[in-house]
């Protein structure tokens, strides 16, 4: 995986991958002591796992080794490339890993798992503005409150993590008709969004990280 891939200032990657399929190397020296500090086994491999695929997938860009990649951090914890242009979002779901990678303006990617929520009405009143509660409501049946109530909570956290501000903000405003958003549907029962602020839709293009790296 040394060649490097063009992308387009039009154009936005997404990467999806599984924890379980992807190697656990190249992390530096900070990231290990991150390691270190995680109790749950379950956590200690996801976050390497998804360490070392945000590595190989910026790699390709780059084209540098994974190891040789530097990241500097936000006041609020998020990664950034120092002295690159290449803008990037990660995000993960049990073992379902999406990275989003930009050459011009921020993004940001979210996924969630549609669990059973048997307070979903509950916690749409308590979170959602007032506008997107009663579009829950409105809703004829339960499986079609419950995937309204998907779109919308991973549709906010990308906007969150794209402007890097607090989730509680962005879902308590009804309307961001300054963002472009896609829902995205790669794995069964994952909902999943990316979001961007610009005046013309992106093109997004999926790609599949276990299959590219076979």
Not at 21 to 46: F, G, M
Not at 189 to 202: F, G, I, M, T
Request: charged residues 20%.
């Amino acid at each position: 995986m040394s060649a490097a891939i063009r992308l387009d200032s039009d154009t936005i990657h997404v990467w999806h991958a599984t924890t379980h399929r992807t190697p656990a190397d190249t992390l530096s020296e900070d990231e290990l002591t991150r390691v270190d500090k995680i109790r749950s086994t379950s956590d200690k491999k996801r976050f390497i796992c998804t360490r070392t695929l945000l590595r190989k997938c910026l790699s390709l860009y780059l084209s540098i080794p994974p190891s040789d990649i530097v990241f500097a951090y936000s006041e609020n914890g998020k990664p950034y490339l120092q002295n690159h242009a290449l803008e990037f979002n990660l995000t993960h779901s049990k073992n379902h890993i999406l990275i989003a990678i930009s050459t011009t303006i921020p993004v940001g990617v979210d996924t969630e798992f549609r669990r059973p929520l048997p307070t979903l009405e509950t916690l749409a009143k308590r979170f959602f503005s007032q506008e997107d509660y009663s579009t829950l409501l409105s809703k004829p049946t339960q499986a079609q409150k419950h995937r309204y109530f998907f779109e919308t909570w991973t549709q906010k956290e990308a906007i969150t993590k794209a402007k890097g501000s607090t989730l509680l903000s962005v879902l308590s405003t009804p309307q961001h008709t300054e963002w472009q958003i896609h829902n995205l549907t790669l794995r069964h029962r994952y909902q999943s969004a990316l979001a961007y602020e610009s005046p013309v839709p992106k093109n997004i293009q999926i790609l599949d990280y276990h299959s590219f790296s076979k």
